[in-house]
């Protein structure tokens, strides 16, 4: 049984820092704010519960894992909707998806 949880915590540790990575590397290379905004609420909707959970599965029966708990459901639930919020503020304020790569393009062409 406890290798069973060692592994399940190894696993979701490791998809969890996978994500992390990878998340940050779209961070770094995507070509627009909303193509950011994707990555980032992909990494934080996915990649920190995964983490959470791979502590939790290591943690005993305590109030610091009903602590962590909290902590992944307050994430699962405000992290979507700040992602939402930006984009859709991003939308309001006029700025359109691959804007930066249209003035690029239209840049090149002429």
């Avoid at 193509?35 to 959470?52: K, M, Q």
């Avoid at 909290?70 to 984009?87: D, K, R, V």
């Amino acid at each position: 049984m406890n290798l069973l949880l060692e592994g399940l915590s190894a696993a979701c540790l490791l998809a969890g820092s996978f994500l992390c990575i990878t998340g940050g590397v779209g961070l770094l290379r995507l070509p627009d704010f909303f193509s950011r905004v994707h990555a980032a609420g992909v990494t934080e909707t996915l990649a920190a519960p995964l983490l959470l959970t791979g502590l939790m599965l290591q943690m005993d029966w305590s109030l610091d894992l009903l602590k962590v708990l909290l902590i992944m459901l307050f994430l699962l639930a405000t992290n979507p909707t700040a992602s939402h919020a930006m984009a859709k503020a991003a939308l309001h304020g006029g700025q359109g998806p691959n804007d930066e790569k249209a003035e690029e393009d239209k840049g090149s062409i002429s």
